[in-house]
């Protein structure tokens, strides 16, 4: 007896172009438009977020508002933009080192290592984060600043560019931290203790809440270490006049070395990140 085998191939299916997995960066714009979501369905966190710095603005603005002898200005106008830096950064560092900290003790980063979803995509993510509420935040300062302490918008294209470099430069270096940070916190119940301290102590020693030329040289070197400072500086050179430069520490805005502090974290903030971002906590091995 013969038996006939059917020996037909079986022709393997087309990838069509429909069937294209999304890229990182189509997957990127996804998760930070879900961040964004969770983000402003949590009303607390949001008016928090944004009211912290305009509330800490409006106290330093009312406490101290008298004019800057030599300088041209009052203590008010000195305020704006040192609290704008401080809200990029509240934005980025402050938020990332947190929330990232809090997701991988919540096992949330573990099960999306385990996706097909690739790790850029959830950088991405968070990067949109940031940059909607950075942007949103400079432009709550930005607007109670020239409303009510006559803080002046820049008249010049020059200006402006300055401003956005910063701001790009700024941000992406203090995001960077945050995501590299996340790792020291232990547990996520730990994570804002660990990362508000030293952010807090930057604020001081950075130019935020206490004037350039009042504080210590030795604290202000230890403030020129870290992006902070830089950002404070390059937006009072930004939208304050060039007459409040003799505050600087340097007497003048050094915008080139600004640039040069905040790139150099751009690229130290992503070598530590690579070195140090965990996927898992300690616990977990």
Not at 2 to 24: E, I, K
Not at 31 to 41: A, D, I, P, T, V
Request: glycine share 10%; proline share 5%; with cysteine.
């Amino acid at each position: 007896m013969t038996t006939t085998t059917n020996t037909t191939a079986v022709r393997p299916r087309t990838r069509t172009s429909g069937d294209r997995l999304p890229s990182a960066w189509g997957l990127g714009l996804r998760r930070g438009s879900l961040e964004l979501k969770q983000f402003f369905r949590q009303r607390d966190q949001v008016v928090f977020t944004f009211a912290f710095p305009v509330v800490f603005l409006f106290l330093f603005a009312s406490i101290f508002k008298d004019d800057v002898r030599g300088a041209g200005i009052n203590a008010s106008q000195l305020y704006v933009p040192a609290m704008m830096a401080a809200g990029i950064m509240s934005t980025s560092f402050q938020s990332l080192g947190i929330s990232i900290a809090i997701e991988r003790d919540e096992k949330v980063l573990r099960r999306l290592r385990g996706t097909p979803m690739p790790p850029a995509a959830y950088f991405l993510g968070k990067i949109w984060l940031v940059l909607v509420t950075g942007l949103m935040e400079t432009a709550i300062l930005l607007l109670v600043g020239t409303t009510l302490y006559d803080v002046d918008l820049p008249s010049s294209a020059v200006k402006w560019l300055d401003f956005g470099w910063i701001f790009v430069l700024g941000l992406t270096a203090c995001a960077l931290l945050g995501i590299a940070v996340s790792s020291v916190p232990k547990s996520g119940k730990s994570a804002t203790s660990v990362v508000v301290l030293p952010f807090l102590v930057l604020q001081f020693i950075s130019g935020v809440y206490i004037s350039i030329d009042t504080i210590p040289d030795w604290m202000l070197n230890i403030g020129a270490l870290f992006p902070l400072k830089w950002m404070c500086q390059g937006l009072r050179g930004v939208f304050l006049p060039s007459s409040a430069q003799v505050l600087e520490q340097a007497g003048s805005w050094e915008f080139g070395k600004v640039a040069l502090v905040l790139g150099a974290w751009c690229v130290g903030g992503l070598l530590l990140c690579l070195l140090t971002f965990r996927w898992k906590n300690r616990r977990a091995g």
